[in-house]
Nanobody
Framework: QLQLVESGGGLVQPEGSLKLSCVAS????????IGWFRQAPGKEREGVSR????????IYAESVKGRFTISRDNAKNTVYLQMNSLKPDDTAVYYC?????????????????????WGRGTQVTVSS
């Protein structure tokens, strides 16, 4: 069974922090790049961050640079998204997705349609 399961979402006040987790099962996690995406009601799904299979390369959307940090622990088949200084505009359902990948590839070339597996998402709400 191929699965990605997100967790860690919830309600947080502006300027607060949350840490999301994405746990993979049913495939060789070590050979996959992982991306975090988010989608707010009425808006398109957008890329937030991505990380190479080894964790050596990361990319962030301009809107979250300096506030979010992506990391992975391959021994635990888990990718994390640490979110600090949260804003109301960060409110969305957050999804993780996996793409078979080699560290010799350019992480920046990955497109949303390239991802093979998707989780069901976890809700993040930033509000007073």
């Amino acid at each position: 069974q191929l699965q990605l399961v997100e967790s860690g979402g919830g309600l947080v006040q502006p300027e607060g922090s949350l840490k999301l987790s994405c746990v993979a099962s049913g495939f060789n996690f070590d050979y996959y790049a992982i991306g975090w995406f988010r989608q707010a009601p009425g808006k398109e799904r957008e890329g937030v961050s991505r990380i190479s299979s080894s964790g050596s390369s990361t990319i962030y959307a301009e809107s979250v640079k300096g506030r979010f940090t992506i990391s992975r622990d391959n021994a635990k088949n888990t990718v994390y998204l640490q979110m600090n200084s949260l804003k109301p505009d960060d409110t969305a359902v957050y999804y993780c997705a996996a793409k078979a990948y080699s560290d010799y590839e350019d992480l920046g070339k990955l497109q949303i349609l390239d991802y093979d597996f998707w989780g069901r998402g976890t809700q993040v709400t930033v509000s007073s």
